[in-house]
């Protein structure tokens, strides 16, 4: 009995220390914060380095984690880990690039997850329950899939590789022309009429299909990343996007008419600095306030719909992107959690 009640004593000691050990870690430096223009909430991103996922708060320091379940840690980890959180529900959506995806709890409880290896940089989960998702990493000449949808089961109920979207030649970016990937498409969305958005990084275009047929091609989105919803302003329908021409920013572009330039809404600090924190721009999240939600490498901001930059966060254990020290992180995409 005494003994039973000693090591329950030692344990609970343990658990306290490395709960408190987790709880003081600070990873983040405040660099801007206009209290009265930011969302309040926190954010949720995967350390690729520790295999982990962690939420941490708008100072930066780290309110939860949970680690990447046994079966994914051999995933490519480096090779754009999207991570969604899912607020009906609380739970985190986490592709595992090159070999699946899950959703986990906060208990760290897998609820659901496949294995699939062509998927990479995108997954949403749809009102059915089911999921769709991109492979960037579709390689030049083996008409890879590019855009699946799967069932909660993981049964594949479609599936589209290059040939469906036609892409001309000769709107291949130049600086694309050697590398592996041949569309590197980095992100999907279902629109409200059911119709897909995709992004295609190697062409510049925001690409838009319902029922088997393309419907509409925005070109001249240069690195495209993350197109967002469609809104209604003003009477005029608008979305908006990452735009990787030097130096990288917002655009926003008119829906209704794929021919309309777009307008630079932000554009990143310190533009012509090389190994800027904010290269390369990756996530774009409307915020329920109207900011918009982005990251670099190593930098996560919030940005009001006028361009202002009012919270500014930077990650000085994360690596650059274009560093070569791999026992560090950098920030490929994050999720933002309300409160």
Avoid at 35 to 63: F, P, S
Avoid at 120 to 135: E, P
Avoid at 153 to 170: G, N, Q, R
Avoid at 205 to 217: A, D, G, P, S, Y
């Amino acid at each position: 009995m005494f003994k039973n009640l000693l090591k329950s004593f030692y344990l609970l000691i343990i658990f306290s220390f490395f709960s408190v050990n987790s709880q003081s870690e600070i990873i983040g430096e405040l660099i801007t914060n206009n209290a009265d223009k930011v969302q309040k909430g926190t954010i949720g991103l995967v350390d690729t380095y520790n295999q982990r996922i962690i939420e941490i708060d708008n100072k930066g320091k780290v309110i939860w984690e949970k680690k990447i379940p046994r079966k994914f840690k051999k995933a490519e980890w480096n090779a754009a880990a999207d991570i969604e959180w899912l607020p009906e529900t609380d739970t985190f959506l986490i592709v595992a690039p090159k070999k699946g995806f899950f959703e986990i709890n906060r208990k760290g409880k897998v609820l659901n997850s496949c294995k699939n290896k062509h998927i990479s940089h995108d997954l949403d989960k749809l009102d059915d329950g089911s999921f769709i998702f991109v492979n960037g990493w579709d390689l030049k000449g083996k008409k890879n899939p590019i855009v699946t949808k799967v069932t909660n089961d993981c049964k594949i109920v479609m599936s589209k590789s290059e040939d469906f979207f036609d892409m001309d030649k000769a709107d291949l970016n130049p600086r694309r022309a050697m590398d592996k990937d041949n569309m590197h498409s980095n992100s999907i969305r279902i629109l409200e009429d059911e119709s897909i958005m995709l992004s295609v990084r190697n062409y510049d275009q925001v690409v838009v299909f319902k029922n088997n047929k393309i419907i509409k091609r925005f070109k001249n989105a240069t690195g495209v990343h993350d197109p967002s919803e469609v809104y209604n302003e003003n009477g005029n329908n608008f979305f908006y996007y990452l735009d990787r021409n030097r130096p990288h920013n917002i655009n926003k572009r008119n829906f209704d008419n794929v021919d309309d330039s777009p307008k630079i809404i932000w554009t990143i600090p310190e533009p012509h600095e090389r190994k800027s924190p904010w290269i390369p721009l990756r996530t774009l999240e409307k915020l329920e306030n109207g900011n918009w939600l982005v990251t670099g490498s190593q930098r996560i901001g919030q940005v009001t719909k006028d361009g202002e930059l009012v919270w500014e966060l930077n990650l000085p254990e994360f690596r650059h992107q274009r560093d070569r020290n791999k026992d560090k992180t950098y920030i490929y995409k994050v999720a933002f959690i309300s409160k």
